[in-house]
């Protein structure tokens, strides 16, 4: 039995290891198991920490024995569920598979942090084992956004981990963001737009405004071009490679986007069904059609990046399947390969006194 509980594996020096918490997402332990499987047999430079209920972990892992050589199970006997406030995940999450998944990262057992689970109790037990970034008022969660870009995608932060966000905030934002976009993509330059009602340069609340100047002086020093406001017509566009607003307005953007694609891809579906006709049309547009399919597909670039704090953490979407979680382990990989966590801390230290020096500067000019 007890051998059973907690299996041990022998990692390599040159590994990456990231730190799993199994027991978070909907779709089950199944699909976190069959998505650590994906990554491993494209990346043989990965180990992996998984959290959770051992017995179900090993009876799925006995199946896959090459996979079962590259995975340490810890088990643990506690799970927070999806609808449990952050606060009380705070006070009883000790011992939970999430709680465990952070203290690895905290401990330096692993780089990355990866959890299906309820965000805000991720958010609340990250902040409290991993602590804040010195300088980071608010922690910012970052996400990839389908977009014309040849990468396929923009980032936009904050989705939804703090709804407030002030000037010197907004300005942190452009900094992590642009600093998750040279490490994770390899933008040399990244374009940051503030996303604001319109774009001429009198629209927006004064957070906005001044964050605007913020940035503006903020860019040489920071590596990023500020190129203005942009609307939220510009967010799937090519003019811009970081997207930053509040996380009220953020998670709002998030969640209606992700209503329209799937109210258009049940469109396509009843427009190629609708007649014989009709599904004839669709066999001979198939390939085409995947291709479509492939390239909005939300599963292909899921997971949401925690910045500002002391180590990585990506939360993946609650009802990821495999190639959900592999997609999320790849950006973990990524990120953790280039030395994200030690290079953001970097930018967000030298960053920090030009924000502070161009507010004390307004203030005395007021």
């Not at 959770?52 to 199946?63: E, F, M, P, Q, V």
């Not at 409290?128 to 956004?145: D, E, M, S, Y």
């Not at 020093?221 to 609307?231: P, Q």
Request: glycine share 10%; net charge neutral; charged share 25%.
């Amino acid at each position: 039995m007890t051998t059973e509980l907690h299996r041990t594996v022998s990692t390599h020096p040159e590994s990456v290891v990231i730190s799993i918490d199994a027991m978070g997402g909907d779709s089950g332990v199944g699909a976190i198991v069959d998505g650590i499987g994906l990554s491993a047999d494209k990346n043989p430079d990965i180990r992996f920490i998984v959290h959770g209920d051992s017995a179900k972990i090993n009876a799925l892992l006995n199946k896959k024995p090459e996979l079962a050589r590259r995975v340490d199970v810890r088990h643990a006997d506690k799970v927070i569920s999806m609808d449990e406030k952050p606060a009380r995940a705070l006070r009883g999450g000790k011992g939970s598979s999430m709680w465990n998944a952070l203290e690895s990262v905290e401990k330096g057992e692993a780089t990355v942090a990866v959890s299906c689970g309820n965000t805000g109790a991720l958010m609340a037990i990250a902040m409290l084992r991993l602590r804040k970034l010195p300088g980071v008022n608010r922690p910012a969660i970052a996400v990839l956004w389908p977009s014309r870009n040849p990468s396929g995608h923009n980032v936009m932060l904050d989705m939804g981990a703090d709804i407030k966000a002030d000037a010197e905030d907004l300005l942190q934002y452009a900094i992590m963001g642009s600093s998750y976009a040279r490490n994770g993509f390899g933008l040399d330059r990244p374009r940051v737009g503030l996303l604001n009602i319109g774009t001429e340069e009198h629209k927006g609340r004064p957070e906005l405004q001044d964050a605007a100047k913020l940035c503006d002086a903020a860019q040489q020093d920071g590596d990023f071009e500020y190129i203005g406001f942009v609307e939220g017509s510009d967010l799937p566009s090519d003019k811009v490679d970081i997207i930053v607003t509040d996380g009220f307005t953020g998670n709002v953007a998030l969640k209606a986007s992700e209503g329209t694609a799937k109210l258009v891809g049940e469109f396509l579906k009843d427009a190629f069904t609708h007649t014989p006709l009709a599904k004839l049309a669709a066999i001979f547009a198939m390939t085409s059609l995947k291709r479509l399919a492939n390239r909005i597909d939300p599963r292909r670039v899921n997971g949401g990046v925690f910045l500002g704090l002391n180590g990585t953490v990506i939360k993946s979407h609650g009802s990821a399947d495999a190639i959900g979680v592999s997609a999320a382990i790849k950006l973990a990989f990524t990120l953790a390969e280039n030395g994200f966590s030690e290079k953001l801390a970097a930018r967000v230290a030298s960053g920090a006194p030009a924000s502070k020096n161009t507010t004390a500067s307004k203030q005395n000019e007021a």
